[in-house]
């Protein structure tokens, strides 16, 4: 019967973590709100069944990380509110949905470390069911590829019941045949599922190259079809991630492991671009001529014009920022994450705020002697910190499901592990 409940518990969570990753538009409501709720269900449930609301000790080190910007940030608010009234609806809206994406962050992170405790489920266990989520959604790829009725299908979701007027358009307008991409079964096929993926992607090659497992390392490379079809920003991620996992495992077996793969990655490329569209063809050379013509110094063309160009407009008080998106002060649109957060925070509070993410990866790394825990911190900080570059996605909800949620619960079975020895 307990194994039973564990395998019921098990399937549970896979579908719970695809939806909390990719939050696909089954529902004209967005589907953060449902997760959000079966969290705060399943916390208050294992409160109420252990008489008390248990955060682990050494997950307080986390949040106290971020108390400082949490406090900067909710004072200057109100101050802003107090002197300038007239523009308090956009600093009550930007302090509301900058709180609710931490808070959201903390309580799933509760809830899937509470379930991994209560069931049993060890990390060996969190990682299959990561690669399960991945499986699921290359499956709903290649059907996108191979099958344009389910391509369709998959997006009039997203068109029809899109949180984001601006994701649905993308979406429509990659239908319409602006580009050939859009792959998949998420409320955001673009930048974001990029970045999504390029960490479970890495994390999946890491345990694989920890525990030596082949069928593991050609499977990470298999997904990348997932970003390469969809946000060539994850591509880029990807790469870096491998890197960093190979610098990592620098044997001479780790070695030609990752020199093999690259062999066959770039094989299976050269084959996979002859049978993708000529738009996605298109779409993906322009990115690569772009980035060498950056490396080259000989301009900043197409996406980099805009990160290393027309992004860097900048809030009229550096120091303390505007309290606010730029599109709201009439500054027009800006992607670049950095450039944002100076609007939002300021510099005082965006180095508050990233400070806290450094601590979160500090505990982590101060907390295990294991090589696969400390090569998952570093990986997972570096690509959140490169992707700033282009994106902001300090409200990424899938993003931070992963970036807060995996060093959580490294930590939490850590520490019981630990007690268990001791008790011992």
Not at 169 to 179: D, I, K, N, P, V
């Given at each position: 019967?307990?194994?039973?409940?564990?395998?019921?518990?098990?399937l549970?969570?896979?579908?719970?973590?695809?939806?909390?990753?990719?939050?696909?538009?089954?529902?004209?409501?967005?589907?953060?709100?449902?997760?959000v709720?079966?969290?705060?269900?399943?916390?208050?449930?294992?409160?109420?069944?252990?008489?008390?609301?248990?955060?682990?000790?050494?997950?307080?080190?986390?949040?106290?990380?971020?108390?400082?910007?949490?406090?900067?940030?909710?004072?200057?608010?109100?101050?802003?509110?107090?002197?300038?009234?007239?523009?308090?609806?956009?600093?009550?809206?930007?302090?509301?949905?900058?709180?609710?994406?931490?808070?959201g962050?903390?309580?799933?992170?509760?809830?899937?470390v509470?379930?991994?405790?209560?069931k049993?489920?060890?990390?060996d266990?969190?990682?299959?069911?990561?690669?399960?989520?991945?499986?699921?959604?290359?499956?709903?790829?290649?059907?996108?590829?191979?099958?344009?009725?389910?391509?369709?299908?998959?997006?009039?979701?997203?068109?029809?019941?899109?949180?984001?007027?601006?994701?649905?358009?993308?979406?429509?307008?990659?239908?319409?045949?602006?580009?050939?991409?859009?792959?998949?079964?998420?409320?955001?096929?673009?930048d974001?599922?990029?970045?999504?993926?390029?960490?479970?992607?890495?994390?999946?090659?890491?345990?694989?190259?920890?525990?030596?497992?082949?069928?593991?390392?050609?499977?990470?490379?298999?997904?990348?079809?997932?970003?390469?079809?969809?946000?060539?920003?994850?591509?880029?991620?990807?790469l870096?991630?491998?890197?960093?996992?190979?610098?990592?495992?620098?044997?001479?077996?780790?070695?030609?492991?990752?020199?093999?793969?690259?062999?066959?990655?770039?094989?299976?490329?050269?084959?996979?671009?002859?049978?993708?569209?000529?738009?996605?063809?298109?779409?993906?050379?322009?990115?690569?001529?772009?980035?060498?013509?950056?490396?080259?110094?000989?301009?900043?063309?197409?996406?980099?014009?805009?990160?290393?160009?027309?992004?860097?407009?900048?809030?009229?008080?550096?120091?303390?920022?505007?309290?606010?998106?730029?599109?709201?002060?009439?500054?027009?649109?800006?992607?670049n994450g950095?450039?944002?957060c100076?609007?939002?925070?300021?510099?005082?509070?965006?180095?508050?705020?990233?400070?806290?993410?450094?601590?979160?990866?500090h505990?982590?790394?101060?907390?295990?002697q294991?090589?696969?825990?400390?090569?998952?911190?570093?990986?997972?900080?570096?690509?959140?910190?490169?992707?700033?570059l282009?994106?902001?996605?300090?409200?990424?909800?899938?993003?931070?499901?992963?970036?807060?949620?995996?060093?959580?619960?490294?930590?939490?079975?850590?520490?019981?592990?630990d007690?268990?020895e001791?008790?011992?």
């Open positions: 019967m307990n194994m039973i409940r564990k395998r019921f518990t098990i549970f969570f896979i579908i719970f973590m695809f939806c909390a990753i990719f939050t696909p538009d089954f529902f004209s409501f967005s589907m953060r709100y449902l997760i709720i079966i969290s705060i269900i399943g916390v208050a449930w294992g409160s109420v069944s252990t008489g008390k609301l248990r955060i682990d000790k050494c997950n307080y080190s986390i949040i106290k990380g971020f108390l400082p910007f949490m406090l900067y940030f909710v004072f200057s608010q109100f101050l802003r509110c107090v002197f300038d009234s007239s523009n308090s609806s956009i600093y009550i809206s930007t302090l509301g949905h900058t709180l609710l994406a931490f808070f962050a903390l309580l799933i992170c509760m809830f899937i509470q379930t991994c405790k209560k049993d489920i060890s990390f266990n969190f990682i299959y069911i990561i690669l399960v989520v991945m499986i699921i959604q290359l499956a709903c790829v290649v059907l996108a590829l191979t099958v344009p009725s389910v391509r369709q299908y998959f997006n009039m979701l997203i068109i029809n019941n899109s949180y984001s007027d601006r994701l649905a358009e993308f979406a429509r307008a990659s239908l319409s045949g602006w580009a050939d991409r859009s792959y998949g079964l998420s409320n955001n096929l673009f974001s599922f990029g970045y999504i993926t390029s960490m479970l992607i890495v994390l999946i090659f890491a345990y694989g190259m920890e525990k030596s497992n082949n069928k593991l390392i050609i499977l990470s490379v298999i997904f990348v079809l997932m970003p390469l079809v969809n946000a060539r920003t994850g591509i880029v991620l990807v870096i991630g491998f890197f960093i996992v190979g610098v990592f495992y620098n044997d001479i077996r780790a070695v030609l492991k990752i020199s093999g793969i690259v062999i066959l990655s770039v094989v299976a490329l050269v084959l996979l671009l002859n049978q993708l569209p000529d738009l996605m063809v298109k779409w993906l050379t322009s990115g690569l001529e772009e980035t060498l013509s950056l490396f080259n110094r000989s301009g900043k063309t197409g996406v980099y014009s805009e990160i290393f160009g027309s992004d860097l407009s900048f809030p009229p008080s550096v120091l303390l920022g505007a309290g606010g998106a730029p599109s709201a002060f009439s500054h027009g649109g800006v992607d950095y450039i944002n100076l609007w939002y925070f300021g510099l005082i509070g965006t180095i508050l705020l990233f400070a806290g993410y450094i601590n979160m990866f505990v982590l790394r101060k907390n295990t294991s090589k696969l825990y400390k090569v998952i911190s570093v990986v997972l900080i570096t690509i959140f910190f490169v992707y700033q282009k994106i902001y996605s300090i409200d990424n909800f899938g993003g931070n499901v992963i970036i807060f949620g995996v060093p959580t619960l490294i930590i939490a079975l850590q520490q019981s592990r007690n268990v001791e008790l011992k």
